[in-house]
């Protein structure tokens, strides 16, 4: 359980600081970089001891990989329809579970 706190947060981080700035076009694009970097610090920060645990508790890098994506994708459909403002889609849903078949096979015995 502490792999998967640590990438949710860390993927708080990292959806932060690669698509806070769609709403913030009058940002310039240097500054939106500096900034997006200095977020994403703090992503590394808990990604990398999210991962070296969870390997170390019996997870291969696969389904690390795997598990980071979904984690990254509820996350991003979150952000999207609260703060950019995006509708859901039946197609974004369609390709949703089809990873969720990924995790599935992923972590079969």
């Known amino acids: 359980m502490k792999t998967i706190g ?15 700035h769609l709403r913030a076009t009058e940002v310039p694009l240097w500054k939106v970089i500096l900034i997006s970097w200095g977020i994403a610090f703090f992503e590394y920060c808990l ?11 019996g997870w291969n890098g696969f389904q690390l990989k795997i598990i980071q994506e979904v ?4 996350i991003f459909c979150v952000f999207a329809v609260i703060y950019l403002k995006e509708p859901v889609q039946w197609k974004y849903i369609g390709s949703f579970v089809c990873i969720l078949g990924a995790v599935y096979f992923a972590f079969k015995k």
């Open 6 to 20: 640590l990438l949710i947060l860390s993927n708080l981080f990292m959806t932060t600081a690669w698509y806070w």
């Open 47 to 57: 990604t990398v001891p999210a991962n070296r645990i969870g390997f170390l508790s």
């Open 71 to 74: 984690i990254t994708l509820v």
